[in-house]
């Protein structure tokens, strides 16, 4: 999905990035089938009313949250955020009272410091977003590739002190929201 105004081919977009030369595998060979969505501030997609938010991401020039309402369900999405002069109001509005927030919690607060400006969270970040929105559930994601699995499970023993219904997102992972 993209945001209707600059970008206006979003399938195009990806099948560059993924073309032969820069990338192993094209978008026509991934595995599955894809559709393209364009969207303004709020949309209707499959049903779901869909809203957006932008996002600090300064290396990327910016990115979007996503927040999905369905049958008085809600979900919140907000990866590749930063929250480089503390935490943005605005995003904690934008989640306020989610069903399930998943957010980025890249770093430790003493990883942030030699890494702010890279465009992510971290997972203390996530976790104020959370209670300030009074989400009922927190899932924090984009996990360093440099954390091994007993480090993020130590994170996740701390998130939980910290916010009892989080814990950090795994491969396969499925919730029921």
């Not at 970008?7 to 060979?29: G, Y």
């Not at 869909?50 to 919140?76: A, K, T, W």
């Not at 480089?84 to 919690?105: S, T, Y």
Request: hydrophobic share 35%; charged share 25%; net charge negative.
């Amino acid at each position: 999905m993209g945001r209707e105004g600059k970008i206006n081919d979003l399938q195009q977009i990806f099948s560059t990035a993924l073309q032969k030369e820069f990338f192993p595998v094209q978008l026509d060979a991934m595995g599955a089938q894809f559709q393209f969505h364009s969207y303004s501030d709020n949309a209707n997609i499959y049903g779901a009313h869909l809203l957006s938010i932008p996002q600090f991401h300064q290396s990327l020039g910016g990115s979007y949250g996503f927040r999905m309402n369905d049958d008085g369900v809600s979900l919140v999405i907000c990866t590749d955020i930063e929250h480089p002069d503390g935490i943005d109001e605005n995003i904690v509005n934008f989640a306020r009272g989610a069903d399930l927030l998943v957010h980025d919690g890249q770093y430790t607060t003493e990883e942030y410091r030699k890494f702010k400006g890279w465009g992510h969270s971290t997972w203390e970040q996530a976790v104020e977003v959370a209670k300030r929105a009074g989400v009922k559930k927190l899932v924090i994601t984009h996990h360093d590739p440099d954390h091994t699995d007993d480090f993020l499970d130590g994170i996740e023993r701390e998130c939980q002190q910290a916010f009892p219904d989080s814990c950090l997102a795994r491969e396969g992972m499925e919730l029921i929201v």
